[in-house]
Structures are given as structure tokens and as C-alpha cells.
């Protein structure tokens, strides 16, 4: 039987949009190799999400949307993890693609077990072309942020430690820097502010717990 994966995808503004339609591409890679449970929309929310770690015992987590230092959201900020369920967390990976939440949520989901958190002690940001916001896959500024956390989840699905799959991640995120610093010396419009952001992902995301943790 395939391993269980719990993937959330809410979607409500442009940036769960973007988020959403990046962790669709991370489905159709892995859908048969995984049972691949992607509560989106609606879908996103504390029941659904709690109902299925306890009946499913996924050992990975991909969590989408927006956050805080202690709080995951689902659909519409909808709270689905916080420190009063934290213990859902417990000896599994957890990857959260969210402002901030490898810093009070992340530290407690590791504490005392053998779990591994993957997240940002930052923001989560990425540069979004407003010609592209009805098709997040085309929009090449959004790629450069998006395939190197797409790109994590993909190294963990396919074998690799946590540590691993985070260098892996930060290596894509050095190469396109430097492709920034070309467009910035060449003076094309956006360039400063996109390298500034990626670099802001770059040192904010961050692997507590078991680094050598693997699926």
C-alpha cells in the first residue's frame, strides 16, 4: 500500500492561488507512487485536517497557505494547527510553506520526538506578475521563487533526508539568484526587489528537529 501524504491547498487570494497550483504539480508527479490526500479550498480546514492525520498516520505533511509564528491557516485563515493541536505534528516531517511558522510552532512540533520541521522563520514571499495572476504556472518571476520549495518537496518524496532535500532546495534558490544579479546588472525592471526576496527565503527556511529525517 502507498505511503499516506497529507497536502493542504487552500485558496482564496492570489497567493494561495500561486501556492495551490505549484502543489498541484507536486501531485501529479507523485500520485501514484503516494496516496496523496490534497484537501483544497474549503476542504482546507481543522476538522478535515485533524480527522485525517489520526485515521491516516501520514508521515509527511505539506502544508500550504498563510501563517504566523504559531499558527498554520487553511481556507480563508482558518486555523488548522496551532499549539493546541501541535501534537499532531509529532514524530512526523512537516513541511510548511508559511510566513514565519518554523518559529514558535516549528521549535514545539520537534521538541521530545524524532519529528523534523521544515519551514520559515521569515516570510515566505515570491514576486507574482499581475499578467499571470489567472495562470500562476506561466508566470516566470513566481518560478523562481516556487520551484525551489516545489523542489524540496520533491527531493523528500523521492528518498532524501530532510537535510538533504533543504540543500537542495538552497542550491536551486543560489542558481537563481545569480541569474537575478545578471538581470540586475543590466538594470531590468524588478530585479533588485526579487533578489532581495529570495535571499529572504533563502535564510529563512530552515530544518529543525531530525535532520535526518526521511519518508
Not at 480563508?76 to 499532531?88: H, P, Q, R, T
Not at 546588472?185 to 527565503?201: R, V, Y
Request: hydrophobic letters at 35%; one cysteine or more; aromatic letters at 10%.
Amino acid at each position: 500500500m502507498n505511503k499516506p501524504i497529507l497536502i493542504t491547498s487552500p485558496r482564496y487570494d492570489d497567493g494561495t492561488e500561486y501556492l495551490s497550483a505549484y502543489a498541484s504539480e507536486i501531485i501529479k508527479e507523485f500520485d501514484e507512487d503516494f496516496s496523496i490526500k490534497n484537501f483544497e479550498k474549503t476542504e482546507a480546514n481543522k476538522i478535515n485536517v485533524e480527522s485525517y492525520i489520526k485515521s491516516k498516520n501520514p508521515k509527511f505533511l505539506f502544508l500550504n497557505g498563510h501563517g504566523n509564528q504559531s499558527e498554520i491557516y487553511g481556507h480563508k485563515e482558518e486555523i488548522i494547527l496551532s499549539l493546541n493541536n501541535i501534537n499532531l505534528l509529532k514524530d512526523r516531517i512537516t513541511y510548511a510553506r508559511a510566513c514565519f511558522s518554523a518559529n514558535i510552532l516549528g521549535q514545539k512540533a520537534v521538541k521530545g520526538n524524532s519529528g523534523c520541521f521544515i519551514g520559515y522563520i521569515y516570510p515566505f514571499s515570491f514576486w507574482m506578475s499581475g499578467e499571470r495572476s489567472a495562470t500562476p504556472l506561466k508566470d516566470k518571476s513566481a518560478s523562481l521563487f516556487l520551484i525551489p520549495s516545489n523542489e524540496l518537496v520533491r527531493s523528500l518524496l523521492k528518498g532524501c533526508s530532510a537535510q538533504k532535500a533543504n540543500e537542495t532546495s538552497k542550491d536551486m534558490m543560489i542558481s537563481n539568484m545569480r541569474k537575478l544579479l545578471v538581470m540586475e546588472q543590466k538594470n531590468e525592471p524588478g530585479a533588485t526587489g526579487m533578489l532581495q526576496i529570495l535571499w529572504d527565503n533563502y535564510e529563512g527556511q530552515v530544518v529543525l528537529g531530525n535532520q535526518e529525517a526521511f519518508i
